[in-house]
């Protein structure tokens, strides 16, 4: 079993909708959590970072962590065309060592 | 400034050849990360160095891989004699201090997408 699970996708959802990302871990010495997006053919850039469990909110986006469950999630609201792009979780324990899961590939129809 | 740069972009080569990935981290930046990303692995590290010295290589598959980084501003990772299950995209990272760590925020060059046939 991988220490972080992604649902590959792909995902399709029209333009406005409410999207619902997620990942699952095993591993409990996680401390910190991640979402990076990747568009095509480009490297990934950190879009959130949580370190307890809770929510954490960016404009449309919004970062839930539930630690007694090991569940992470990312809700993007409005979602655009642009945000059209591969989304991976990540975590990191007190080794620094950050593990991605395999990222879920969102497409927003315009 | 340029962000992490990473050469070639891609790169055709033949097993058995030996092939080098090169990356040049943002300035200031202490920690280098190299990973690769396959579409049935994911994103794998496979070493990090903290100021130049290597610290985690536990990620590198196997002995024909190695990886250097002899000053700060340059960082190698060699695979000899290439095969072609190493074919994937390989990225560099780099990251600023503990701080950045504890928020995740690496730098990601464009990668170095590989192909060994």
């Known amino acids: 079993q991988k220490e972080v699970e992604q649902d590959p996708g792909p995902l399709s959802v029209p333009e406005g909708a409410i999207v619902s990302l997620n990942c699952t871990y095993s591993n409990s010495a996680f401390q910190y959590f991640m979402w990076y997006r990747q568009y095509s053919r480009k490297g990934p850039e950190l879009l959130m970072y949580?370190?307890?469990?809770g929510n954490k909110e960016d404009g449309r986006f919004t970062a839930q962590v539930d630690k007694s469950s090991k569940y992470i999630s990312l809700f993007i609201r409005d979602s655009q065309p642009s945000d059209s792009a591969t989304y991976l979780c990540a975590m990191m324990d007190s080794s620094y060592k950050l593990i991605f899961g395999s990222g879920t590939r969102l497409l927003v129809r315009p | 400034d340029a962000g992490v740069i990473q050469s070639p972009r891609h790169e055709v080569t033949e097993m058995g050849q030996e092939v080098t990935l090169r990356c040049k981290p943002i300035s200031g930046h202490d920690y280098l990360f190299w990973y690769r990303q396959t579409m049935m692995r994911g994103l794998e590290l496979l070493i990090y160095f903290n100021n130049n010295v290597p610290i985690d290589d536990s990620g590198m598959p196997e002995d024909r891989f190695s990886a250097k980084m002899p000053n700060a501003s340059f960082s190698t990772l060699k695979i000899q004699p290439s095969e072609p299950r190493d074919s994937a995209v390989y990225f560099c990272?780099?990251?600023?201090?503990?701080?950045?760590?504890?928020?995740?925020?690496?730098?990601f060059g464009e990668g170095s997408r590989l192909t060994v046939l």
């Open positions: 949580t370190y307890s469990s």
């Open positions: 990272a780099s990251s600023l201090g503990v701080a950045g760590l504890d928020t995740g925020e690496l730098f």
